[in-house]
C-alpha cells in the first residue's frame, strides 16, 4: 500500500511564526504536492514538485514556499504565519494517473 | 482552462436509498476523471477513476461512475447507501496527453449525510 505520512495531525502557532509542514511518501513517486482545504472552497493546489529541488506554484502560493530536498520528502513553509492561514493542508503523491494523499494537517493559527 | 463543479453542498439520503452525487467539467477535450472520498479527519481516498474505453466506471466500496461526453459529466451513484458512506465526496479532473503533468483540478466538494 502506498504511504504518504505527514508529520502532525495538529497543529497550534503563533501569528508571525515560521512553521514547517512535512510529508513523507514511500512510493518514489516523481510528483508530490501541497493541497490547502477550506470549507465550500474544495482543494486548492498551492504548490507541486515533479522532480528533487524542482518545484512550481499552484494556485495559491502566496505565504508559502516549499523545499524538496530528496524524493521522498515534500516540505511546506509558512515563513510568517497568519491567522488567515488557518486550514487544513493536505500531502499528496503520485504519478501523471493518479495521487495519493497523507491524513491531513490541521493548522490553527492564533 | 479546466474547471470542476459539483452543484450540490449537502446532500442528505436515508440509509438504504439511492445515491447521485453530480459533477461537471469544463476541459477542452475528454479529461481525465476522478472521484475521491474524504471520511471526517482523514485524508482523500480514490474511489474510482475514467482514463478512456468504457464510459461506465466501478470503484470501490459499490460506487460506479458514468462519463457523458454530451453533458461534460461524470456523476457517482451507489444504488442503496450505507451509514459508513457519509462523508466529503469530490470530482477531480486531470488533464491528459502532453498537458498531463499529473496535477488535479477539484470540485468544491458534496457533503453526504446518511439518515437512519
Known amino acids: 500500500d502506498v504511504k504518504v505520512t505527514q508529520s502532525s495531525r495538529y497543529l497550534v502557532k503563533r501569528t508571525g511564526e515560521k512553521v514547517f509542514l512535512e510529508c513523507v511518501q514511500d512510493m518514489d513517486h516523481e510528483n508530490m504536492f501541497w493541497y490547502r482545504q477550506d470549507p465550500g472552497l474544495g482543494l486548492r493546489l498551492i504548490y507541486f514538485?515533479?522532480?528533487?529541488?524542482?518545484?512550481e506554484k499552484g494556485d495559491i502560493p502566496e505565504g508559502y514556499s516549499v523545499s524538496r530536498e530528496k524524493k521522498e520528502r515534500f516540505s511546506l513553509i509558512l515563513e510568517s504565519a497568519s491567522t488567515n492561514q488557518t486550514s487544513m493542508y493536505l500531502c499528496a503523491s503520485g504519478t501523471r494517473n493518479e495521487q495519493f494523499f497523507g491524513p491531513g494537517t490541521r493548522l490553527t493559527v492564533l | 482552462a479546466q474547471s470542476v463543479t459539483q452543484p450540490d453542498i449537502h446532500i442528505t439520503v436515508s440509509e438504504g436509498a439511492s445515491l447521485e452525487l453530480r459533477c461537471n467539467y469544463s476541459?477542452?477535450?475528454?479529461?481525465?476523471l476522478f472521484w475521491y472520498v474524504q471520511s471526517p479527519g482523514q485524508g482523500l481516498q480514490l474511489l474510482l477513476k475514467?482514463?478512456?474505453?468504457?464510459?461506465l466506471v466501478q470503484g470501490i466500496k459499490g460506487f460506479e461512475a458514468e462519463f457523458k461526453r454530451s453533458q461534460s459529466s461524470f456523476n457517482l451513484r451507489k444504488p442503496s447507501v450505507h451509514w459508513s458512506d457519509a462523508a466529503e465526496y469530490f470530482c477531480a479532473v486531470g488533464a491528459t496527453g502532453s498537458g498531463n503533468t499529473g496535477k488535479l483540478i477539484f470540485g468544491q466538494g458534496t457533503t453526504l449525510q446518511v439518515k437512519p
Open positions: 476541459y477542452g477535450a475528454t479529461p481525465y
Open positions: 475514467y482514463f478512456s474505453g468504457d464510459t
Open positions: 514538485s515533479y522532480d528533487v529541488k524542482m518545484k
